[in-house]
């Protein structure tokens, strides 16, 4: 029970992470195509 809340917790935490990560990454390519245009 409790291995797999922790379980949660983690996959949670690990695809907030990475949204983040893709959020910025977009950002980033977004002012790159805008500064190349």
Do not use: D, I, P, S
Not at 3 to 18: E, I, P, S, Y
Request: no cysteine; proline share 0%; glycine share 6%.
């Amino acid at each position: 029970m409790q291995k797999t809340g922790l379980q949660a917790r983690f996959l949670h935490f690990f695809w907030f992470k990475v949204r983040q990560r893709l959020k910025v990454a977009g950002l980033a390519a977004t002012t790159w195509v805008n500064r190349e245009a």
